[in-house]
């Protein structure tokens, strides 16, 4: 069983910058892609990033691009969301959550992804 615990989340002012962390417990984690996702309440989940198998290849939402960076540890089975500017509509619940099934690519899709963490939210003031 692959378990998924993110932190980091807090309340900032808009301009701000938050790190999210996401720790993952498996012996494969260098086998999966990770994303990062996001829900407002009364919203669906949103992607944000996704970051494949040895983290060469990242993906993002037009929303987050430029803005927000997502790597990965495999060394210490993390993975990271580095948010910087941050606005009142990056305001939700963030999740990570990890995907067996496209490893080298990666997937937009809340679908694809096998595991998910709690979430951790992430609250900005204007």
């Known amino acids: 069983q692959v378990q998924l615990v993110e932190s980091g989340g807090g309340y900032v002012q808009a301009g701000d910058s938050l790190r999210l962390s996401c720790a993952v417990s498996t012996r494969t984690f260098d086998s999966m892609a990770m994303g990062w996702f996001r829900q407002s309440l009364g919203t669906e989940r949103e992607f944000v990033a996704v970051?494949?198998?040895?983290?060469?290849?990242?993906l993002y939402a037009d929303s987050v691009k430029g803005r927000f960076t997502i790597s990965r540890d495999n060394a210490n089975n993390m993975l990271y969301l580095q948010m910087n500017s941050l606005k009142p509509e990056d305001s939700a619940f963030y999740y990570c959550?990890?995907?067996?099934?496209?490893?080298?690519?990666?997937?937009?899709?809340?679908?694809?992804?096998?595991?998910w963490g709690q979430g951790t939210v992430v609250t900005v003031s204007s």
């Open positions: 970051i494949n198998q040895n983290g060469e290849r990242t």
């Open positions: 959550a990890a995907d067996r099934r496209n490893p080298v690519r990666g997937s937009i899709h809340a679908t694809s992804y096998d595991y």
